[in-house]
C-alpha cells in the first residue's frame, strides 16, 4: 500500500518561492511514475508537474519555467520547487503516484494514490 504525505503549503507573496514536500512509503520511485496535481475551487483538478521512472519531467504550460519537480530517492521524498508564484497559483496541491513501466510518459497515466493536499496560497 503506497502511502503519500505532503507537506509545506502556506501563503507567501506573487512574486516569491515556495517548496512542497511529499513523503512517500510502499513505493520506490524506480517503479513509479509521480506528479503534483492542484485544484482551486471551483475548477476541475489539473496536473501540474510529473516525473517518470527514468527521471523524465514534464509540465503544464501554466508553470514550465517556474516550477521544478524533483525527487530525493534515498529519503522517498518528492519536491515541487515553485518560483515566480502568481495569485492564480493559489489551489490545494496534491501528491500522486501510479506504478508504471519506464517508458512510460509520466503525464499520460491515469494516478492511483493519492495524498490528502496542501494548500498553497499566493497574495497579490
Known amino acids: 500500500q503506497v502511502q503519500l504525505v505532503e507537506s509545506g503549503g502556506g501563503s507567501v507573496q506573487s512574486g516569491g518561492s515556495h517548496q512542497l514536500s511529499c513523503a512517500a512509503s510502499?513505493?520506490?520511485?524506480?517503479?513509479?511514475?509521480m506528479a503534483w496535481f492542484r485544484q482551486a475551487p471551483g475548477k476541475e483538478r489539473e496536473g501540474v508537474a510529473y516525473?517518470?521512472?527514468?527521471?523524465?519531467?514534464r509540465y503544464a504550460d501554466s508553470v514550465k519555467g517556474r516550477f521544478t519537480i524533483s525527487q530525493d530517492n534515498a529519503r522517498n521524498t518528492l519536491y515541487l520547487q515553485m518560483n515566480s508564484l502568481k495569485p492564480e497559483d493559489t489551489a490545494m496541491y496534491y501528491c500522486?503516484?501510479?506504478?508504471?513501466?519506464?517508458?512510460?510518459?509520466?503525464?499520460?497515466?491515469?494516478?492511483?494514490?493519492w495524498g490528502q493536499g496542501t494548500q498553497v496560497t499566493v497574495s497579490s
Open positions: 500522486a503516484a501510479r506504478r508504471c513501466s519506464w517508458w512510460a510518459r509520466p503525464d499520460a497515466v491515469e494516478y492511483d494514490y
Open positions: 516525473v517518470s521512472t527514468s527521471g523524465n519531467t
Open positions: 510502499g513505493a520506490t520511485y524506480v517503479s513509479y511514475c
